[in-house]
């Protein structure tokens, strides 16, 4: 729900509050305004006083809950758009040996040897179904009674994989 955002009275509190939320500096808001008055001392006085008016104090929260909503919502679909990247590249695009691989952020690796100059590694790719899982519980979903559910009940009853003739490689 997006908060209402009035703008306080005047257009000299309205850049006031705007230029107080570019900066997070009361006075030089105030300078900004197109206030001027006499002393350094009576701007920041006047500026305190003028940030405490209903309207302006109103709306200042407002635009600032209001990117604070943004944001959330930002890392919100960001993380549900890393986690559909896990489900959705296949493990055939991922590779280990490149640096500048766009999907390196998918797999885990380990060394299978104690030095770190060994060249037998482990990859794994990050989990699709807890990527799924996680998902459905951003979503608002409950994962236990969806698909996750019904998913896992139909690979248990996929035919296990017949082994290789001996031989044959």
Do not use: W
Request: charged share 25%; aromatic share 6%.
């Amino acid at each position: 729900m997006t908060p209402t955002i009035q703008p306080p009275l005047s257009r000299k509190h309205q850049i006031f509050a705007d230029q107080y939320l570019a900066h997070g500096d009361h006075t030089a808001a105030y300078f900004a305004a197109g206030y001027r008055p006499r002393t350094h001392e009576t701007a920041r006085v006047s500026a305190c006083r003028l940030a405490k008016r209903k309207d302006v104090a109103a709306y200042i929260r407002a635009i600032q809950k209001k990117v604070a909503m943004e944001v959330s919502v930002l890392a919100h679909l960001e993380t549900r758009q890393f986690l559909a990247r896990i489900v959705r590249v296949p493990l055939a695009k991922l590779s280990f040996e490149e640096k500048d691989d766009p999907n390196g952020d998918l797999i885990k690796s380990y060394s299978l040897n104690e030095s770190e100059s060994s060249s037998h590694y482990r990859i794994e790719k990050l989990d699709p179904l807890k990527a799924i899982e996680i998902d459905m519980k951003l979503s608002g979903a409950d994962p236990a009674t969806n698909a996750i559910e019904e998913l896992a009940t139909a690979i248990a009853a996929c035919a296990p994989a017949s082994p290789l003739p001996t031989g044959t490689l």
